[in-house]
């Protein structure tokens, strides 16, 4: 073989190979989809530095799309759309709600939920040890909590028979919250009061209603309105001298009484090892949705002084943090 056809087969097998290259270096890079209902820094962080753990650094070997709610929910399936034009490798959802959203636009881009609230009960997964389908993740275990928080209001409130739950009214996920408190309040002999609402405009007339039909404690069910307006709720809830418990340190930090449930970061986290299996080739119909194992319980003393209620030693003996 001469000298000139070897050249013309070498280039030949060159420029063949020139597609592939590119083809490898255009998925170099893996892209994820953050939709999440409101900005978090520290959400935002903490799902950061769980990739960061697995050898994932932003802008160097992985990129991430953000797109937020901020409280306009009927943007949520533009937002789920928008991603998956994108054509992203995974889109990470912070509840069941944009769960559902981002499901109802692609059945083939795997879905990893950090915080869901009941993925069974919404249709979402088939069963938590074998999703079924492209959505998996983690759950709050909001619904299974209800009744150690209504536990925990008996014992710090002396005599308490009635609670005010507040819940947006716009999101079906927590009206199946509210069923189970229901069960759970009566096998403790607590009348619950459903304060439903659907925009911020309405957390006064809420407490209103509580106050005036006697409701001594507050049971606050967290999804994006009632996170977003956090600040006011637990304000509200002082005003009116009742109890609140709330799903989310972030409440306590705020002003809340106490907060009972698992590490909100910790679960943003975790998500990141779904994102790395799926990226190393795992179904998310075969990862099995996790539950978490640590939960956090806080107490704001500050908030106690204020509303006139004293917390027993043996509850603050328990408490993961207290503010005082």
């Given at each position: 073989?001469?000298?000139?056809?070897i050249?013309?087969?070498?280039?030949?097998?060159?420029?063949?190979?020139?597609?592939?290259?590119?083809?490898?270096?255009?998925?170099?890079?893996?892209?994820?989809?953050?939709?999440?209902?409101?900005?978090h820094?520290?959400i935002?962080?903490?799902?950061?530095?769980?990739?960061?753990?697995l050898?994932?650094?932003?802008?160097?070997?992985?990129?991430?799309?953000?797109?937020?709610?901020?409280?306009?929910?009927?943007?949520?399936?533009?937002?789920?759309?928008?991603?998956?034009?994108?054509?992203?490798?995974?889109?990470?959802?912070?509840?069941?709600?944009?769960?559902?959203?981002a499901?109802?636009?692609?059945?083939?881009?795997?879905?990893?939920?950090?915080?869901?609230?009941?993925?069974?009960?919404?249709?979402?997964?088939?069963?938590?040890?074998?999703?079924?389908?492209?959505?998996?993740?983690?759950?709050?275990?909001?619904?299974?909590?209800s009744?150690?928080?209504?536990?925990l209001?008996?014992?710090?409130?002396?005599?308490?028979?009635?609670?005010?739950?507040?819940?947006?009214?716009?999101?079906?996920?927590?009206?199946?919250?509210?069923?189970?408190?229901?069960?759970?309040?009566?096998?403790?002999?607590?009348?619950?009061q459903?304060?439903?609402?659907?925009?911020?405009?309405?957390?006064d007339?809420?407490?209103?209603?509580?106050?005036?039909?006697?409701?001594?404690?507050?049971?606050?069910?967290a999804?994006?309105?009632?996170?977003?307006?956090?600040?006011?709720?637990?304000?509200?809830?002082?005003?009116?001298?009742?109890?609140?418990?709330?799903?989310q340190?972030?409440?306590?930090?705020?002003?809340?009484?106490?907060?009972y449930?698992?590490?909100?970061?910790?679960?943003?986290?975790?998500v990141?090892?779904?994102?790395?299996?799926?990226?190393?080739?795992?179904?998310?119909?075969?990862?099995?949705?996790?539950?978490?194992?640590?939960?956090?319980?806080?107490?704001?003393?500050?908030?106690?002084?204020?509303?006139?209620?004293?917390?027993?030693?043996?509850?603050?003996?328990?408490?993961?943090?207290?503010?005082?």
């Amino acid at each position: 073989m001469n000298r000139k056809v070897i050249i013309c087969l070498l280039t030949a097998a060159l420029l063949s190979a020139v597609p592939f290259v590119e083809a490898q270096q255009a998925k170099k890079v893996p892209r994820i989809g953050l939709l999440l209902q409101a900005r978090h820094s520290a959400i935002l962080e903490a799902f950061r530095q769980g990739l960061r753990e697995l050898g994932y650094v932003e802008g160097r070997n992985i990129s991430i799309e953000y797109r937020y709610v901020e409280g306009k929910v009927d943007r949520l399936p533009d937002l789920a759309a928008e991603l998956v034009r994108l054509n992203v490798d995974i889109i990470v959802t912070q509840s069941a709600l944009d769960a559902y959203a981002a499901r109802n636009a692609t059945s083939t881009i795997p879905i990893v939920m950090a915080a869901s609230g009941d993925a069974l009960g919404t249709g979402l997964v088939a069963s938590l040890a074998r999703p079924g389908g492209n959505v998996t993740g983690l759950t709050a275990l909001s619904r299974e909590l209800s009744g150690k928080r209504l536990e925990l209001l008996k014992e710090v409130v002396r005599g308490l028979s009635r609670v005010a739950v507040l819940w947006n009214a716009d999101n079906p996920d927590k009206a199946r919250d509210l069923e189970e408190i229901q069960h759970e309040a009566r096998t403790l002999g607590l009348q619950l009061q459903s304060l439903e609402v659907r925009a911020a405009t309405d957390f006064d007339r809420a407490f209103r209603t509580a106050t005036s039909k006697g409701a001594s404690a507050l049971l606050t069910l967290a999804d994006f309105l009632t996170i977003t307006h956090e600040s006011r709720i637990v304000d509200l809830a002082a005003r009116s001298r009742m109890a609140s418990m709330h799903e989310q340190k972030e409440f306590v930090e705020a002003g809340g009484l106490m907060s009972y449930g698992p590490s909100f970061l910790g679960l943003f986290r975790a998500v990141a090892t779904y994102v790395d299996k799926i990226l190393k080739g795992a179904k998310p119909a075969t990862l099995p949705v996790q539950q978490p194992m640590q939960f956090e319980f806080f107490i704001n003393l500050k908030t106690a002084n204020r509303i006139g209620v004293t917390i027993p030693p043996e509850v603050l003996m328990r408490a993961d943090k207290v503010i005082r």
